[in-house]
């Protein structure tokens, strides 16, 4: 059963009524195609009976929101719970502390890496679930039935996938483990958006020298503010081909920039005069070099870890994806003889427990 809530009353008896559930099911409908900020669109609650669909563009209170999301009462259960524990940040200000992911305890009882919602649905409940409304325009109003079904069945089965997986977690004794997964995870999606360091995610900005390095550290800070402040795409404002280029050839004039063949002339005509302003100055910074790509004795180490990686990951039923990335693992190999650093290649410390044995035989044999 859907029922479809726009006003502030109706908002507030449902949000009542929900006050002494123990755990909820929660999502969330936005777009982000046009915008550097997600837009939110709808949110949907539900009991495990009932479904409620929150219009979020007829009710305009975020107080209601952040009291009963931030009172600690419930447990909110999500699927892939970062880019709406984002929305709901952007649009309200919310920072929820208790939630149980299910794509996450997924992971720990090793159903399948990054398992869909419509597949896991499908794989503990045998229930087939229809996504033909995952790109469909949210914004609209009113909502088509066949949208408004879909936001629905979107949330109608957490309850009953947190009573099944909450179970298997305890019974296969990793209950705690994904516990301090939830609390690393909400801390991380939590952070600032930090845009001092963008630079370092441009591919090939190891390459260049210091000069170069401090000339693309500058236009990425202006591009992600400009980005935030006109809540455009980062794309829309310059690519990072573009600005990798405008890094190493440092026009100094305007007219310099129609030779550079990643910058289209619309984007000159908007941003030339403040690009040119940008490489021409003289800032005393140092940026952080970014990582290079690991040298012939660090990939001999990589593949040795990747191999111990996978024997532990079998050893205790966890997809080897989850247990370290790629990424992580490079930490490791890049900081294998400085702990603190070490540890955040882990991420927490119920990973870097799993791999003590192994980290001392590699520090002692390197």
Not at 333 to 353: A, Q
């Amino acid at each position: 059963m859907k029922v479809w809530i726009d006003s502030r009353n109706e908002l507030l008896e449902v949000l009542e009524s929900l006050t002494n559930e123990k755990y909820i099911g929660l999502d969330t409908e936005f777009i982000r195609t046009n915008t550097f900020f997600p837009e939110l669109a709808l949110i949907q609650l539900s009991d495990g009976e009932k479904c409620w669909l929150v219009d979020v563009l007829s009710i305009n209170d975020p107080t209601i929101f952040k009291a009963f999301f931030e009172s600690g009462k419930n447990q909110f259960v999500m699927h892939a719970c970062a880019e709406d524990l984002e929305v709901l940040h952007r649009a309200y200000d919310i920072e929820l502390t208790n939630i149980f992911d299910t794509q996450v305890a997924a992971n720990f009882l090793n159903i399948r890496f990054c398992i869909g919602y419509a597949n896991l649905v499908d794989t503990l409940l045998n229930i087939q679930l229809e996504k033909s409304m995952t790109r469909s325009n949210w914004l609209q109003r009113p909502l088509s039935e066949a949208q408004k079904l879909y936001a629905a069945l979107d949330v109608m089965h957490l309850p009953k996938l947190y009573k099944l997986m909450n179970q298997m977690l305890i019974d296969a004794d990793k209950k705690s483990s994904f516990d301090e997964e939830m609390q690393y995870l909400l801390k991380w999606n939590y952070r600032c958006n930090v845009k001092e360091a963008y630079y370092k995610k441009i591919k090939g900005a190891w390459r260049l020298n210091d000069a170069e390095l401090v000339r693309l550290y500058n236009l990425s800070y202006w591009r992600e503010t400009e980005a935030e402040e006109t809540d455009i795409p980062r794309a829309r404002v310059l690519e990072e081909k573009s600005m990798l280029d405008l890094a190493i050839r440092n026009p100094r004039i305007t007219d310099d920039l129609y030779y550079i063949d990643s910058i289209h002339r619309s984007k000159i005509k908007r941003y030339g005069i403040k690009i040119i302003d940008i490489l021409c100055k003289c800032q005393e910074i140092k940026p952080e070099r970014p990582e290079k790509p690991l040298q012939k004795n660090q990939r001999q180490l990589f593949k040795s870890l990747k191999s111990d990686v996978n024997r532990v990951a079998e050893e205790n039923d966890l997809p080897p994806q989850f247990l370290c990335s790629k990424k992580e693992l490079e930490i490791v190999v890049r900081n294998l003889h400085d702990n603190e650093r070490l540890i955040s290649g882990f991420r927490t410390t119920w990973r870097y427990h799993l791999f003590d044995a192994i980290i001392e035989k590699h520090q002692l044999s390197s």
